[in-house]
């Protein structure tokens, strides 16, 4: 029952979004990440199963990273949606709150469409290194990523979170993920933290050989220094399951959650392209969960409340309730068709608002 109401009107929103197919495309950027990392996957994803439904082109960048595409979606012309991780756009905000005019510039006019999922803080040293946790790369020679990627901010984010001060400018190095480990390998650096969402194609790709002169720290949840790295970053597992021909056991780290972003857009025909953007994805939202990548399975289609600074791009989020709002009816009206007879005549609950929730009015 659950399956054939959402599918009614998941069908009808499909059919408003298939009838736009055959009009001329908008050809549209997205700024994603390296060439094997999981932003760019997304991105194709995205293009494949959400923009092309709609009649968007959109064609998927890739870029360094986080810090680049902020960049990019405020000032390149045609590039409308961006991959961002949660901590370098808080840097942004948190610089712009200083009076940093340029970061104001740069971040005040941007807007998040919705979260999507947790991306891994992978810390690599040599299989053959005496470091054990992430409380021991202390003075080490560390490559963060290259200038202008969000692996940098949360490199460098992390290491003054745990130790209370900046990475020695001799032991920082701005590496490609690639380059990085085969630094590590030829025992040129000491660490390489590269941050990207497993599975990872960085790793998986590697030769069996190669992998095995590599080891992931793991992040001691009794340390202190993981307890001040939780201030901005979130427990997580990265799984054996993951990367099967190269970890023995799952491995405690941290994450940092990524964000798709857009611009604060007003002229009518971009308003009008993202709005069909948005009801492609709500449409299409199973579809990308099971052919997308992997990481498709923890994106969640909500939208929560933000921290101060961050806002969501108002017509795409006004679409994106109702196609929420429209999910949860079906749920509910499909739960009501299983209830025990007794229950039957009762009349099946609306959906909890948001100020409900605020105002504890939901039992």
Not at 34 to 45: A, C, K, L, S
Not at 111 to 117: A, F, H, T
Not at 294 to 299: A, D, L, R, T
């Amino acid at each position: 029952m659950l399956k054939r109401l959402l599918a009614g009107w998941l069908g009808l929103a499909a059919l408003v979004v298939g009838s736009l197919a055959s009009a001329e495309p908008a050809h549209y950027k997205i700024v994603t990440g390296p060439e094997r990392g999981t932003y760019i996957q997304f991105g194709n994803d995205l293009a494949k199963w959400v923009a092309q439904p709609v009649g968007i082109d959109l064609e998927v960048v890739a870029s360094k990273g986080s810090a680049e595409n902020v960049q990019r979606m405020r000032f390149e012309p045609g590039v409308k949606l961006a991959l961002v991780q949660s901590d370098v756009y808080q840097a942004f905000v948190d610089m712009a709150n200083s009076g940093n005019p340029e970061a104001g510039t740069t971040i005040r006019p941007l807007r998040l469409i919705m979260p999507l999922y947790d991306e891994e803080i992978n810390v690599v040293v040599r299989a053959d290194s005496p470091l054990k946790t992430l409380a021991d790369i202390k003075d080490k020679t560390i490559s963060v990523g290259l200038l202008g990627s969000g692996t940098a901010q949360s490199a460098t984010t992390l290491y003054r979170l745990m130790f209370g001060q900046p990475i020695p400018e001799q032991n920082i190095q701005h590496l490609s993920n690639e380059d990085a480990l085969a630094a590590l390998i030829v025992k040129k650096i000491d660490v390489a933290i590269i941050v990207v969402g497993q599975p990872a194609k960085l790793f998986n790709d590697m030769s069996p050989d190669l992998l095995q002169q590599l080891r992931l720290l793991r992040a001691d949840p009794n340390a202190p220094e993981t307890n001040r790295a939780k201030q901005t970053y979130f427990p997580t597992t990265i799984r054996q399951s993951s990367y099967p021909g190269w970890l023995k056991e799952d491995v405690p780290g941290l994450t940092v959650k990524a964000f798709l972003v857009t611009y604060d857009y007003g002229l009518r025909d971009t308003v009008s392209n993202l709005n069909h953007f948005a009801d492609s994805l709500c449409a299409n939202f199973d579809n990308l969960q099971e052919h997308g990548h992997p990481k498709w399975k923890q994106v969640k289609l909500e939208l929560p409340t933000l921290v101060r600074g961050w806002k969501y791009y108002g017509p795409v989020e006004k679409h994106l309730r109702a196609c929420i709002a429209n999910r949860g009816a079906a749920i509910n009206a499909a739960a009501a068709q299983t209830t025990q007879p007794t229950q039957a005549a009762q009349k099946p609950r609306t959906p909890c608002t948001d100020q409900e929730r605020l105002l504890l009015l939901c039992k």
